[in-house]
């Protein structure tokens, strides 16, 4: 037994012998092992080899946008760019899912290989008040304003809940944390006074917990209509919630409707939900003329510019039958080239919507130049709006 004991030892004592000998070696050669391959945090990681003429050219000529998640409507729009615009070889869109509005502006502004965004305006905004990213106004440029995006509240169909203020307290999805749908889902409340909890998730995982009464509503601000919501039916058991235009939010938002042509699976025919709007932007960073960079945005504007019709038809996603690609963002620089391509193509008497556009307005319509009440003229400026819509549309269509 002693001679058994001793044996075991000994043989245990060779094992660990080997084993230190063996990460003694392993030690010794993973530095210049790291050295001579980069295996370290902070080394590059490197690049393909021999990517050849085809790579060289594939790569010369790819712009990426970063655009929003699965469930929103900048996706599709991102997608309807690289259906349209892409060329072989020669010229590719590539599109990137992104995490919304705000986290989009920081990918423009840092984010190695993106130099296209899909954003909006409040979060623009609030980045300049904030000055968190620098000075944006010298880092980053719009290319065309978009679409409207709505306001989406849903609740549970059985939940009682016929109001924003019963929200009060109760647990509220404001979607992905730093989107644009979280930012000015908090906008919203604070400026009508109602605080509800919020909690940070995906569209969908909010539905499947708005059901178990787990969350009360789930927010999400989107161009209509946004891909989650027109699959929902009658049977999901979620319907819209109505937001009103207050006046505490009439600075930054415009008033807006869901009809059934938006969603016929929860809203009946005939039947109509009042919500608000946003504008989204599309934004390009500031690179310097003459950069390879500035070269791959300008072809991307031009392409997009000179395409534009395309976007405005089948199957493409309807929201872009409401852009106008001359319309001005106040405050904001255009990227060079689009103001050039612009200016280029202009028509001799464009009739683009001015400062005085409300005034020729109430113009042509009668008795509205006598004095009006406050409620009266806030119907007239919701009409101006809808008005204002259509001549834009107009425009682009060539009607």
Request: proline share 5%; aromatic share 8%.
């Amino acid at each position: 037994m002693t001679a058994c004991f001793r044996r075991l030892v000994n043989s245990t004592k060779v094992t660990w012998a080997l084993v230190i000998a063996v990460l003694a070696v392993a030690i010794s050669v993973l530095p210049s092992y790291a050295q001579k391959h980069h295996v370290d945090g902070n080394a590059p990681i490197p690049d393909k080899a021999d990517l050849g003429s085809i790579g060289a050219q594939i790569n010369a000529n790819t712009i990426a946008i970063v655009s929003g998640n699965i469930n929103a409507a900048w996706l599709t729009l991102a997608y309807d760019l690289s259906a349209v615009l892409d060329d072989g070889n020669n010229f590719r869109v590539l599109p990137v899912i992104g995490k919304g509005g705000a986290q989009n502006v920081r990918d423009v502004r840092y984010l190695k290989g993106i130099d296209l965004g899909i954003t909006v305006t409040s979060v623009l905004g609030k980045f300049r008040r904030s000055g968190e990213l620098g000075d944006i106004y010298d880092k980053i440029d719009y290319i065309t304003k978009l679409s409207s995006d709505e306001m989406h509240v849903l609740v549970r169909s059985d939940s009682g809940i016929t109001s924003l203020q019963q929200l009060n307290g109760k647990k509220v999805n404001f979607s992905d944390m730093g989107s644009a749908t979280e930012v000015s889902a908090n906008d919203v409340f604070e400026r009508l006074g109602i605080k509800p909890i919020e909690v940070n998730m995906g569209q969908a995982d909010a539905y499947v917990k708005m059901k178990s009464g787990e969350v009360a509503a789930t927010i999400q601000f989107g161009a209509k209509p946004a891909p989650a919501i027109a699959k929902l039916r009658e049977s999901d058991g979620i319907r819209l919630l109505p937001v009103p235009y207050d006046a505490r939010l009439q600075q930054d938002y415009l008033p807006a409707t869901l009809t059934n042509k938006d969603y016929p699976g929860i809203i009946p025919v005939g039947q109509s939900i009042d919500t608000i709007a946003y504008g989204a932007v599309m934004i390009a960073y500031n690179w310097p003329k003459g950069t390879d960079r500035y070269r791959r945005v300008a072809e991307f504007v031009d392409r997009f510019f000179s395409h534009f019709a395309e976007f405005q038809k089948p199957p493409r996603h309807p929201t872009w039958r409401e852009v106008n690609l001359a319309a001005d963002l106040p405050g904001w620089r255009r990227f060079p080239a689009a103001q050039e391509w612009l200016d280029s193509h202009r028509p001799p008497s464009p009739q683009l919507v001015g400062e005085n556009s409300f005034d020729q307005f109430l113009a042509q319509r009668a008795g509205a130049t006598a004095a009006l009440t406050s409620d009266q003229r806030e119907q007239l400026f919701r009409e101006f709006l809808k008005w204002n819509q259509d001549r834009a549309h107009s425009q682009n269509t060539g009607g």
